[in-house]
Nanobody, 126 residues
Framework: QVQLIESGGGLVQAGGSLRLSCAAS????????IGWFRQGPGRQREFVAT????????RYSNAVSGRFTISRDNAKNTAYLQMTSLKPEDTAVYYC???????????????????WGQGTQVTVSS
């Protein structure tokens, strides 16, 4: 069973940057679509970004487009979320997820993803 482990979260001032990592065990990571979601205090989990298995296709939520960049290194079984120009409203637990079905190239809905990490906290101070 593939496991996803997020890291890189922390406390940062508004305007700062962080890079989250999602490390996966197993040999099939390169065949999975990877997505990032987040859940802020008192809010529902929301889509942040997704990347196709080959890394050639990406999609972002309107809230982070232009500030966040999703990428992956299949040789290292790791996906990344580079976050810049962070805002207090970006404060959330960030989750890495994998869609192992391959049905949708870059799904936006959390129910499309069947593997989830434990999450990493990102706090942006004003």
């Amino acid at each position: 069973q593939v496991q996803l482990i997020e890291s890189g979260g922390g406390l940062v001032q508004a305007g700062g940057s962080l890079r989250l990592s999602c490390a996966a065990s197993g040999e099939t990571f390169s065949s999975y679509v990877i997505g990032w979601f987040r859940q802020g205090p008192g809010r529902q989990r929301e889509f942040v970004a997704t990347i196709t298995w080959g890394g050639t296709g990406t999609r972002y939520s309107n809230a982070v487009s232009g500030r966040f960049t999703i990428s992956r290194d299949n040789a290292k079984n790791t996906a990344y979320l580079q976050m810049t120009s962070l805002k207090p409203e970006d404060t959330a637990v960030y989750y890495c997820a994998a869609d192992t079905s391959g049905v949708v190239p870059a799904p936006l809905e959390d129910y499309e993803y069947d593997l989830w990490g434990q999450g990493t906290q990102v706090t942006v101070s004003s």
